[in-house]
């Protein structure tokens, strides 16, 4: 689960994070165990619960939060309490607790799987109309129909469906773009499917496709075409159901796009505009809707809108806040006093980067190493020219890298 402050400003967000940080990277940690302690953690049990700190920007502020194995959310008030008064102690300004943090005891934005049983599926008819209704973020504004996904946000939701809807990561299988030719790749790793959501070696995930192959998985799968089935069936006629169209797209949910999480089903006719609308009302009335909704809101703070794809929509574009940065930018957004010439020797000794030789310079390129490209950026071409690369670093992992270089 997921605990997080609000900070007005940059600087003291950055304090939260750097102090955080020395709890389960074993660092000297004498001024937080004292606030732990009085909520009845020692230090073990919190370099346990810590294992991920990260701050991003969000409008006018400035979150940070952290990443804790509590998944029932048994510690959540006491951790929080304790890193209030730690943000108190410090001076740091913050607003308010995140509304991620849940109640003692109970369960944090779980998938509400149906218990009943499975009812077996009915043949259908083939299928002659593909529809695609996209659950999508809420534009920041009236122009807009909705929010592109950037590549950052893409990451923690797959993270999230993996995590409260108890998807495995091996039952997932991307499409990619690429250069050469596109096609799919089962995702072997959580950082395998980073790596490709960002853009790796040529090559872009543009969905994340549910393709069962473990035992609980498959019954998901199931649950989730039933409820399709049933919603659309309810609504223009359960005989005007189709079966997979002939490029394999059956009736069931494509877990992320570019645009959101996508609802596929087939017809026999076509579906009218007032059946269109029928049809959104009764999705945002399931279990589905309600979990990709509280994943908006408890990701990125934001609303959901349900659109249907090839319709005259218009979609904002991505914040660009989550896009890698070159290193000279990255170093400005984080304000650090480090040049990016110590900063490259640095991560070349520790093996993030491989120093590659291009033609004409005299000095070689810094670009990520094959293990660490994905998880802490991207290796973007720049020109025709071999080894003509550039190292693209993430905002979130690249204040970890300017922790490892400036200790």
């Known amino acids: 689960m997921r605990i997080a402050l609000k900070f007005t400003s940059r600087d003291d967000a950055f304090a939260f994070y750097k102090s955080i940080r020395a709890i389960p990277r074993g660092g000297k940690v004498e001024h937080l165990t004292g606030y732990f302690a009085t909520q009845g953690f020692d230090l073990e049990e919190i370099r346990e619960l810590c294992f991920l700190a990260s701050v991003y920007a969000a409008g006018e502020q400035w979150i940070a939060y952290l ?18 008064e730690l943000c108190r102690h410090g001076g740091l300004a913050f607003t308010a607790e995140h509304p991620q943090v849940p109640a003692a005891g109970q369960a944090f934005d779980r998938m509400q799987w149906p218990v009943s049983e499975i009812v077996e599926e009915v043949p259908l008819k ?4 593909t529809h695609e209704i996209v659950i999508a973020l809420q534009g920041t504004s009236d122009e807009y129909d909705g929010r592109a996904l950037s590549n950052h946000q893409r990451v923690e ?10 998807i495995p990561y091996e039952d997932m299988e991307m499409f990619l773009f690429s250069l050469s030719a596109d096609g799919e790749k089962q995702v072997e790793s959580f950082d395998d499917l980073a790596r490709y959501l960002h853009g790796h070696a040529g090559a872009q995930a543009a969905q994340v496709i549910h393709r069962p192959l473990s035992g609980a998985s498959p019954e998901q799968r199931s649950r989730i075409r039933q409820l399709i089935h049933e919603t659309v069936g309810a609504v223009i006629g359960a005989e005007q159901l189709g079966e997979s169209n002939y490029s394999g ?8 796009t570019d645009t959101g999480v996508s609802i596929i089903f087939g017809t026999v006719s076509p579906v009218t505009q007032e059946q269109q609308e029928r049809l959104v009302e009764r999705f945002k009335a399931t279990y589905l809707y309600d979990f990709v909704r509280k994943m908006y809101l408890n990701l990125f703070q934001s609303e959901t809108v349900m659109l249907w794809a090839g319709d005259d929509v218009g979609l904002e574009p991505a914040s660009t806040g989550s896009e890698p940065l070159s290193l000279t930018l990255a170093l400005q957004a984080s304000g650090a006093a480090l040049s990016a010439v110590k900063m490259n020797k640095c991560l070349v000794e520790k093996g993030i980067l491989k120093a590659v030789k291009k033609r004409g310079a005299k000095t070689p390129l810094k670009i990520f190493t094959e ?4 998880i802490y950026g991207v290796n973007v071409q720049k020109s025709h020219r071999k080894n003509d690369m550039e190292a693209r670093y993430y905002i979130e992992p690249f204040q970890y890298l300017l922790d490892l270089c400036i200790e």
């Open 67 to 84: 990443e804790v194995d509590d998944e029932f959310g048994e510690n959540a008030r006491g951790i929080t309490e304790a890193l209030a």
């Open 126 to 129: 083939t299928t002659r109309f």
């Open 157 to 166: 939701c797959i993270k999230y469906w993996h995590e409260c809807a108890g």
């Open 249 to 256: 797209r059956e009736n069931g949910v494509t877990l992320l």
């Open 371 to 374: 293990d660490s490209e994905g």
